[in-house]
C-alpha cells in the first residue's frame, strides 16, 4: 500500500510495475478510512470492525466495492 | 482484510491493555517480557496470549516469533512512512497505518514519505485530529481487502 505525489507518478509506476491488482484512493479516502479504522485502536472497549462494519463504512467512502469486498 | 471476532479472554483484554497504555504512554511496543512483567505473569501466559491475539489478527507478529511487528498502526521498527504525532517519532507498515497513527492517538500528526514510483520526491501530509488531511498524495492498494492477509508482510 503506497503513496504516490501525484496521479500521474502512481499511473506511471502501474504501468512500470503491473501490479496483480490495483485501487487508487484519493487523500480525503484514505484519510477517511485510516481514521474510522484505527480512532479506537488504543481504547479499553476496542474491538475488530466486523465485515458488515467494514462494508458500511467502504461504501460511506466510496471505494470500489468489488475491490474492498471483505470477504 | 481482518474483521473476525477479536480474543475477547479477560487476561486477553489486560494484555492489550498493557500494549495499548505503553503504546500510548512511552511510544514503545512492549516485548512479550515486558508485558509478562508489568503483569505480573509467567512469561509463558504473556506469550501464550500473544500467539491468540497474533492469530486472531489483533497485530501482525514478527516472522517466526508472536513478538510484534505492527500493532497497528504502529510499527515496532523504522520504516519509509515516519510519522510525527503526540510530540513522538513513530513508524507505520503503510500509508494507511501512517495516516492512521494520529487518529489512534487522538491527536493530529504529520506523515513524512516518499514517492512510491522511486522518483524520490518527498510526500508531506498534515493530519487533523479529526482525521482531515492536508497534502498532494494518492493512495494504491495492489491487494483485494478479502486477500489482505492472505500474506501481511506483502500487504
Known sequence: ?71 | MSTDAVTTAPFDQEVRMVIARRIREQGVIPSIGEVATLLQVEPASAEAAFVRMAEAHVFIPRRGSPEIYAYDPFCSEPTDFAVRAAGRDWSAICGWDALGIPAALRTTGTVRTRCGDGCGEPITIEIGADGTATGNAVFHSGVPARHSWDDIYFT
Do not use: C
Request: aromatic content about 12%; proline content about 7%; charged content about 25%.
Open chain 1, 1 to 71: 500500500m503506497l503513496l504516490f505525489r501525484s496521479e500521474e507518478h502512481l499511473e506511471a509506476w502501474v504501468a512500470r510495475a503491473r501490479p496483480p491488482a490495483s485501487t487508487v484512493l484519493s487523500l480525503e479516502q484514505i484519510a477517511g478510512l485510516a481514521h474510522a479504522w484505527y480512532v479506537n485502536k488504543l481504547a479499553p472497549d476496542w474491538k475488530r470492525h466486523t465485515a458488515e462494519e467494514a462494508e458500511a463504512l467502504f461504501a460511506r467512502l466510496h471505494l470500489d466495492p468489488e475491490f474492498w469486498r471483505p470477504r
